[in-house]
């Protein structure tokens, strides 16, 4: 049932993120409220879009928006996915979660600004400098990422690409929720003894691979610290480090302090593949971590299956 629950949070996030109409509005403009709760008049269909976070870019891009971008995140150089789609790194550097650099945007007259919730409180400032609309998005949970998807969709007038998006991920999850059993699994974050709660979006991912995550009883909104005896006491059936973490499954393996962990006893130690882009992050390929996860995990499920649905996920949407 999680994929009905997906389709549900994505019908709800587009219900809240529909234009909102005043009286008073210019024809053709839109009124949106962002993730932040700020309201926010965009006049026209963006031509010139600056996006300061790498979600929202990975976003756009599976929208189909790629050349209407003009600024992206610092950083672009490191992420695998913007030279396979073909996006020019030169026009990024523009911000990361926790800056932007205001004055060189508005060397790029843009029509509108995507930047993370990191950044929420100096939004209208930004947008005062440039003379944009600026969004706030804020994809920290599965319901959120479905409401900043919808969000970008509505601003850029991509819902259709959005549905198209949202509907082939809802089948491509619901072939892997009629598996049977369900073993538990703890992920490791960018430190071994950091995992994910509930409240978090690896949460979703590990639930969507037809597992249980065995940290689900923190409720911290980000990455919690553990001791091994915590992790000891969750005894997981899969240990599996994200593509953000430092170690190796050797280092794991070897590891004197995780002796007694069953998941170390029987071998049951991977690391998360990244292809383009980190899968355990609420990006639109996300769900490709649950069907690696569910590949390792139940051997209903074979990699072949996860391999095939990646190979087609990124032609359709990425062009590769």
């Known amino acids: 049932m999680k994929h009905l629950k997906r389709t549900a949070s994505f019908l ?45 870019t990975s976003m756009l891009l599976a929208l189909g928006e790629k050349n209407h971008l003009v600024g992206i995140e610092s950083k672009a150089e490191t992420r695998a996915l913007y030279p396979a789609v073909g996006l020019d790194l030169s026009i990024g550097g523009y911000g990361t979660k926790k800056a932007f650099e205001t004055e060189k945007a508005a060397l790029l007259q843009p029509d509108l600004i995507i930047l993370p919730y990191s950044l929420k409180q100096s939004a209208d400032e930004i947008s005062a400098v440039t003379g944009a ?30 549905k198209e998006l949202t509907n082939y991920v809802d089948e491509a999850i619901s072939k892997v929720q009629t598996l049977e059993s369900t073993p538990s699994v703890y992920l490791a974050g960018s430190d071994l003894l950091r995992t994910a709660g509930s409240k978090m979006y690896q949460s979703t991912l590990i639930q969507n691979a037809r597992t249980v995550n065995v940290a689900s009883s ?22 599996i480090l994200s ?12 590891d004197k302090n995780l002796a007694a962990l069953s998941a170390v006893q029987t071998g049951n130690v991977r690391k998360m593949p990244s292809l383009y882009e980190a899968w355990d992050s609420p990006v639109p390929a996300a769900f490709l971590g649950s069907l690696w996860l569910a590949s390792v995990c139940h051997a209903e499920y074979p990699v072949s299956a996860f391999e095939q649905t990646a190979e087609e996920f990124y032609r359709l949407f990425y062009g590769i």
């Open 12 to 56: 709800l996030a587009l219900t809240l993120t529909l234009p909102l109409f005043g009286c008073d509005a210019p024809k053709g403009t839109l009124t949106l409220t962002d993730q932040a709760g700020r309201t926010v008049t965009i006049e026209k269909d963006p031509e010139a879009i600056v996006s300061g976070y790498y979600i929202s």
């Open 218 to 239: 923190i409720s911290d909104s980000s990455w919690a610290n553990i001791s091994y005896e915590t992790l000891l006491s969750y005894q997981p059936d899969y240990l």
């Open 133 to 162: 609309p600026v969004l706030v998005v804020n994809p920290e949970s599965d319901p959120l990422m479905q409401e900043a998807l919808s969000l970008l969709a509505e601003a850029t007038g991509t819902q259709e690409k959005a």
């Open 243 to 254: 593509s953000a973490c430092p170690l190796s499954v050797e280092e794991v393996l070897s």
